[in-house]
Nanobody, 124 residues
């Protein structure tokens, strides 16, 4: 099991930036893929970005491609999500998740462990 703690959320104006961090502890962080998902009120949890165990395989949702960047530092057991050019529709609770395997996945069912989430609110 991996314990995950997100940080970095907050309130920002449209066009602004935020950087989310997710600190991991527990089973070997560097051997699993990591992902970011988000959930707006009344909606399902959606895929945002994922990164493979070595950082060499990265996927983004079409809605964030070109604006968000996922990265990881295996020496610090931390994964990041840099969010630029934020839009009001990016408002959601953002969750960090640890995958079941070293390979990236885009589905909720491919991730075993989840953080508590961090709120991101983008005002227009």
């Amino acid at each position: 099991q991996v314990q995950l703690v997100e940080s970095g959320g907050g309130l920002v104006q449209a066009g602004g930036s935020l950087r989310l961090s997710c600190a991991a502890s527990g089973r070997t962080f560097s051997s699993v893929a990591m992902g970011w998902f988000r959930q707006a009120p009344g909606k399902e949890r959606d895929f945002v970005a994922a990164i493979g165990w070595s950082g060499g395989s990265i996927y983004y949702a079409n809605s964030v491609k070109g604006r968000f960047t996922i990265s990881r530092d295996n020496a610090k057991n931390t994964v990041y999500l840099q969010m630029n050019s934020l839009k009001p529709e990016d408002t959601a609770v953002y969750y960090c998740a640890a995958g079941r395997t070293p390979l990236t996945g885009t589905r909720v069912s491919e991730y075993d462990d989840w953080g508590q989430g961090t709120q991101v609110t983008v005002s227009s």
